[in-house]
């Protein structure tokens, strides 16, 4: 009798760059979740017939989160640490027509790379920014990052983190952007709900996803396998359909508040510039 053999294909197979699978992100890391739920919320748009593939950029700097444009089978660029911004931004002045993503980390986004996304977000630049924060720089071996909470171990703080971190949600906000999420890698449903939401948005968009890093991050606070770090992350998320910005403040005891902060409709910046093109 003759065998046949089925090969089933993964829906998100035609996104991904498939010789370059499986990927380096370690078991129960954050950031395979987080693309998916992206590629997800893609793929619902180029169905419908909302996006062109062929028109899709993702920007990335370095770190872990920045592989993601390794993986794509779309438009990518890896880029300079916390250059994702800029160098986004010239993609997009060069060839409005484009949707341009950026994927990073919160050392990346958030660190070096803060200012160009406190002045992206004020001029309400057309981009949609991805900070997936995994409260460490994980790539580089687990220090102290600008979001990591008050009184947590990292390789750098072996005494506790003594600084308050960057609420980076309110950070932007400030900077009356069009949209400001957070959503969390133990709810993938939520960032696909944000990410199509947001995706052909005009103006700046900004969606923060916390994640779990427990390689370098949940084992020096005592979660030593990623089962429990996913657990201790989700039992610390709570979901509000439009939470105000004094919701967004966090800490390592009363977790995160996710949901949507922030939806605007206003001209973005190259709407205000005479060089808007859909
Ligand atoms: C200009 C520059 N400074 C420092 C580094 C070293 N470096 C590489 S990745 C990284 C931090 C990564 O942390 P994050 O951006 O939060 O991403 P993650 O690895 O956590 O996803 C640093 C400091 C670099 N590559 N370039
Ligand atoms: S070090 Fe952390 S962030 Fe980097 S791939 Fe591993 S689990 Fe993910």
Redesign the pocket.
């Known amino acids: 009798m003759a065998l046949t053999r089925v090969i089933a294909e993964h829906p998100l197979s035609k996104y991904l760059v498939n010789e370059r699978l499986p990927h380096a992100w370690c078991p129960g890391c954050g ?1 395979g979740i987080t693309l998916g739920a992206i590629l997800r919320a893609v793929d619902r748009k180029v169905r419908e017939g909302k996006i062109d593939i062929k028109k899709l950029v993702l920007v990335s ?6 592989r993601a444009s390794f993986y794509v089978r779309f438009d990518s660029a890896h880029t ?3 250059r994702a911004i800029p160098f986004a931004t010239g993609a997009k002045l060069a060839n409005p027509s484009l949707e341009v993503i950026v994927f ?6 958030a ?2 790379g803060g200012n160009h996304l406190i002045h992206a977000a004020r001029r309400n630049m057309d981009l949609l920014v991805f900070m ?1 924060s ?1 409260l ?5 071996g687990g220090q102290v ?1 600008p979001t990591t909470p008050t009184g947590l171990f990292t390789t750098t703080t072996p005494y506790g983190n003594p600084e308050r971190p960057i609420n980076v949600v309110k950070l932007v906000a400030s900077q009356n952007p069009n949209y400001v999420a957070r959503a969390s890698a133990t709810h993938p449903a939520l960032i696909e709900q944000y990410t199509y939401r947001a995706l052909g948005m005009e103006g700046f968009r900004f969606i923060e996803v916390i994640s779990m ?1 427990p390689e370098v991050f949940g084992r020096h606070i005592g979660y030593n396998d990623p089962v429990s770090l996913y657990k201790a992350i989700k039992s610390k998320t709570r979901v509000k359909a439009r939470p105000s910005l004094d919701e967004a403040d966090y800490d390592w005891n009363h977790g995160w508040v996710l949901g949507e902060f922030i939806i605007k409709n206003n001209p973005g910046y190259l709407r205000t510039t005479g060089r808007w093109r859909a």
């Open positions: 950031l700097g370095i770190g872990c989160s920045a300079i640490h916390g990073g980390g919160d050392g990346d986004i660190g070096i997936v995994n460490v720089y994980a790539m580089t990052a890093c």
